[in-house]
Every structure is written in C-alpha cells, then in structure tokens.
C-alpha cells in the first residue's frame, strides 16, 4: 500500500526498533539470534512470531491434499477443489498470490476480516448448493476489501482499502499517533456483536 513503507519506519524509528530486511532466522541461543546474512544480535528477552499455520487434522488428511502449511486448496467459491461436500474459511483458505515472496517466504494478510467474509460466503455458498441452487458466490480473497485497525503500541493505523491485493481503486492509512481508541471502541462494538449474535453486521 502506498506510503506504508514510510510509516513503518517512522513507526520503527518512534519506538527506537532497528528493522533487518530480506533477512532469516538461522537459529538462536540462550542469548543470541543468528541470522542468515551472519549478523548475530544479542538479547535479554526475545519474541518470534513464526508464520501462520494451518492445523493438524488437515495435513494429517492427506486427502485433503492440503499445502505443506495446512491451507486446503479451494475455488473462489471456497468449496474444495476436488469434495463438493468440504468448504473451507479463514486461515484454512489456500489462495493464490499476485507476487513472489523475496529470499524470506511469507504469504499474504489472513486477518479476521477476510475470515469473517469467507465465513459467510461459506455459510450462503452451502444453502446455495443445497437447497436454493442459485449460482455460488465467487471471490478472489485478494478482491476481499481491507479493512482493519493496526495495533501500534498504544498507537493505531486505520487502513481501508477496496481490495486487499492489487489493482486497488482505493486505499487509505490514516495513522493515529495519539491513542488506540479505534481499537478500543471496535473491540467493545465487535464483543457486543459477537455476543448478540449480530452476524449480519459488519
Ligand atoms: C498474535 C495474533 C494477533 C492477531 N491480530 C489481529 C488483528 O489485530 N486484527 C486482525 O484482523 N487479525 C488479527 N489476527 C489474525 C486473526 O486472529 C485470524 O485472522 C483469525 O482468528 C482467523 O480466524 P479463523 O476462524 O480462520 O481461525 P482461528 O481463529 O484460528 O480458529 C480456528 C479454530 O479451530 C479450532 N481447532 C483447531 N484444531 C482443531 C481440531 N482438530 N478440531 C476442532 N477444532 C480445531 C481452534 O481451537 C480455533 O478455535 C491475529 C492473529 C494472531 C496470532
């Protein structure tokens, strides 16, 4: 997204975190992190956060023939490619991606607002199948709007955008350097929804 660079790195240089790109873990220690260029960094206390995976009943499956990740293999229908009767939503999605990951693979934003909208596409997509027998329900996850609230630190980024991959017609960062309070007031919007059983609200 344009000008997401710039802001990452104001954000890293506003809470003094030095940043490595293009770069892998090796391997760590009790006290060091090793990377892959050959740089050792130092640490007291260390976080890595590894990539999403799916989970073990569907790589165990091997029918299913799930990615190496776990990611079952889908339509833009969310039905699997090969069952008609197994559906799939959310981190369980596999999709393909418009670019190449670069030395270090990464794949693309499974964020809760993608997962909410395959869920119900999902939802609709069986009702279609099995009882109105209307057209299912194609979209691409890239064609999934964007629309999320980035946890920053006490700090938040607003993003919204008309699709989450590229070409975009629309795409906006409004960060809020001040407070969180989007978040704040989202997660007391999204409980109450939740609990209400609101599921046709955003
Ligand atoms: C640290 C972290 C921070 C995040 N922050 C954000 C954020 O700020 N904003 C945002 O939009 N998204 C965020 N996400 C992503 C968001 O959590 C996911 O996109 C979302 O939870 C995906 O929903 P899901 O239902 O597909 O999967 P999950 O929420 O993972 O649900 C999968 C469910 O399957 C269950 N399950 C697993 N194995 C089995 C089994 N064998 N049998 C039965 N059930 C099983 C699990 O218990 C779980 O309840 C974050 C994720 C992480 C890890």
């Not at 050792?40 to 569907?58: E, N, Q, R, W």
């Not at 027998?133 to 691409?140: A, D, G, T, Y």
């Amino acid at each position: 997204m344009k000008g997401a660079e710039t802001l990452f790195k104001t954000f890293f240089k506003m809470f003094n975190i030095h940043f490595h790109t293009e770069v892998g873990i090796e391997k760590m220690d009790d006290d060091k992190v090793y990377l892959t260029d050959g740089t050792a960094l130092s640490y007291k206390f260390s976080m890595i956060m590894p990539p999403f995976v799916g989970v073990d009943f569907v790589t165990n499956s091997s029918e299913l023939h799930a990615t190496p990740s776990g990611y079952m293999p889908v339509g833009e229908d969310y039905r699997h490619t090969e069952y008609p009767n197994i559906w799939s939503a959310g981190l369980a999605v596999n999709f393909s991606l418009p670019w190449k990951p670069g030395s270090v693979p990464f794949f693309a934003p499974k964020t809760g607002y993608p997962s909410d909208v395959t869920g119900k596409i999902v939802a609709e997509n069986i009702i279609r199948a099995t009882e109105t027998h209307k057209p299912l329900i194609k979209k691409h996850w890239g064609k999934i709007p964007a629309v999320c609230i980035m946890d920053a630190g006490k700090k938040e980024v607003i993003i919204f955008a008309n699709h989450l991959f590229k070409p975009r017609t629309f795409a906006v960062m409004i960060p809020n350097i001040f407070y969180d309070f989007s978040k704040v007031l989202f997660e007391k919007y999204f409980l109450w929804k939740t609990k209400h059983g609101y599921s046709m609200l955003p």
